[in-house]
T-cell receptor
Framework: SQTIHQWPATLVQPVGSPLSLECTVE??????LYWYRQAAGRGLQLLFY??????ISSEVPQNLSASRPQDRQFILSSKKLLLSDSGFYLC??????????FGPGTRLTVL | GENVEQHPSTLSVQEGDSAVIKCTYS??????FPWYKQELGKRPQLIID?????GEKKDQRIAVTLNKTAKHFSLHITETQPEDSAVYFC???????????FGAGTRLTVKP
């Protein structure tokens, strides 16, 4: 069966510091991978998605970036965090056009 | 790209009553419409989904209806229970079938 992991589970970072969040999927190959951000009490904002190694589609201009160095690994990064980057970051995977399976999420607080 | 709107943003019902949440989408090419339930602090979990080749799907107390012509779909929960309290999200797949667009969510509260 497929499993999706995210780490860390929680993170507190100062403004201006770098960020690296990691997501990995087990039990499948060539998945579509997604990064979402959810601000407190808000909906899911699609940040990036990837249909293959090295292929990244960006949805919103921001100080975040994503990379897919391996088939089942998706990384979300920032060189300098802003206060507005605080939120619940969710990674998800899917066979194209089907149900998305979400990871456990990373709760990021930028102080 | 696809745009999904969801209403209402909050919904409060008495235990045993029905709850209805509605969503509209913009891209006529969308063909997959899932509904997710998110409990506080947890990841969204799929509860039901529907594809564009059917108009209605039911799973026990939960049902979803789809009107392709009007580009809207709805979630119906009957005989609500306190454990149904959560945030519910609708979604629709995007034009290239690779991305999923979510509604803003509905916070459902079921009062005992």
């Amino acid at each position: 069966s497929q499993t999706i992991h995210q780490w860390p589970a929680t993170l507190v970072q100062p403004v201006g510091s770098p960020l690296s969040l990691e997501c990995t999927v087990e039990g499948t190959s060539n998945p579509n991978l997604y990064w979402y951000r959810q601000a407190a009490g808000r909906g899911l904002q699609l940040l990036f998605y990837s249909v293959g190694i090295g292929q990244i589609s960006s949805e919103v201009p921001q100080n975040l970036s994503a990379s897919r160095p391996q088939d089942r690994q998706f990384i979300l990064s920032s060189k300098k965090l802003l206060l507005s980057d605080s939120g619940f970051y969710l990674c998800a995977w899917t066979p194209a056009g089907n149900e998305q399976f979400f990871g456990p999420g990373t709760r990021l607080t930028v102080l | 790209g696809e745009n999904v709107e969801q209403h209402p943003s909050t919904l409060s019902v008495q235990e045993g009553d029905s709850a209805v949440i509605k969503c509209t989408y913009s891209d006529s090419a969308s063909n997959y419409f899932p509904w997710y339930k998110q409990e506080l602090g947890k990841r969204p979990q799929l509860i039901i989904d529907i594809r564009s080749n059917v108009g209605e799907k039911k799973d026990q107390r939960i049902a979803v209806t789809l009107n392709k012509t009007a580009k809207h779909f709805s979630l119906h929960i009957t005989e609500t229970q306190p454990e149904d309290s959560a945030v519910y999200f609708c979604a629709a797949n995007g034009y290239n079938n690779n991305d999923m667009r979510f509604g803003a969510g509905t916070r459902l509260t079921v009062k005992p």
